[in-house]
């Protein structure tokens, strides 16, 4: 395990507009507010979004789903750490569409989506600087303990 | 981009009883502690929920799915803000049931809800307040920039 | 409804390794960092999960679903308080799958899971601690009115 405590609770709120890029918006706000650590959330609504999950077994992600058309955001979970030295969203996101017949509901790692609207919280971890590095045990980027 | 910072971390942390209406329950929350703007998470059960999806080409929601019986409340993601002059919730919700069929999950914006059990926590945002109105790109009642 | 306010912003964040049992773990994390009551949240994915829901006919949780083989871990949400005197977890979790036939999503009150990789944050609620007690009116262990 790799644990830190943080005892500063900056944040910051808003909005992302109609167009948007999700991801180049919310690398945006950390720019913008100097956040290099911190944790993500959002709800809003996309008008294309492109899912997917890790494969153990190939070391990569699978082909994605593309969500095509009007999907509610129903919940964005993430975080911002460094990776090669720059700002980096982990971003995991479920979208949904009600119709006449039921609900459908898709779920995974956000590789990238239109925004349609999104209202948005970045908790900023002032404290500390997580870094992302190869980790051998996944194959995944994953952080290591803060020097 | 509509964005601003908040130093200040105040939050209201409860539950609700069941038979509850879930939105009257989180506003009282919000009244009773005086939070205007802030951001709201919980989990619990509900034992009738109503969800919807916003539809772009009509500038309306869609009839609302109505989901009858107990439902685990996976997540409830949202935030409150001024409309009108008064806090208003906007919150999207996971519902879900496990049968021995399998699992069925429903995501969208929450209508209605009456709860069976929530454990709810409320960020309030006091350096702030964020009012909604109406975004003409979208035809949602959105964050304008505070004054 | 029972509802306190919280003024100390403390958290821990971190994340725990390839084949952790997710419950101890993040225990663990609160152990270590001395939280009795707390929001928890993370990200990841698990390489096995049980998830359930409440019966409130009979009072207990239904058979486990149990997920095998890699899942995202879309969301995770909830609490910690104490129960008999212990840090105990509250957890909803969202598990899904991408396949190249579409995805599966599976939602509900997370029993257990084996961690491929978790990005966690723990926010301490430092001014109170909540305890659970059993509730009639749902037959769920619930927080009472803090003393």
């Known amino acids: 395990m790799i644990a830190v405590e943080s005892l500063r609770g900056r944040r910051v709120v808003g909005r992302l507009e109609r167009g948007d890029e999700l991801h ?24 294309a979004a492109e899912i997917t999950q890790f494969e153990p077994e190939t070391g990569g992600y699978r082909p994605p ?30 979208l949904a569409q009600i119709t006449p017949e039921g609900s459908a509901a898709h779920g995974g790692h956000l590789i990238s989506a239109r925004v349609f609207a999104l209202e948005f919280e970045i908790v900023a971890i002032d404290d500390h600087v997580l ?6 045990a996944t194959g995944l980027a994953l952080w290591q303990q803060p020097g």
Do not use: Q
């Open 65 to 94: 789903l593309r969500l095509e058309g009007f999907h509610e955001l129903v919940s964005l979970n993430g975080n911002v750490s460094l990776r090669d030295g720059k700002p980096f969203l982990h971003l995991h996101a479920l």
């Open 24 to 47: 180049a918006g919310l690398l945006r706000a950390c720019e913008r507010f100097d956040i290099r650590t911190g944790f993500v959330r959002a709800i809003g609504a996309c008008e």
């Open 131 to 136: 870094e992302r590095n190869r980790n051998p």
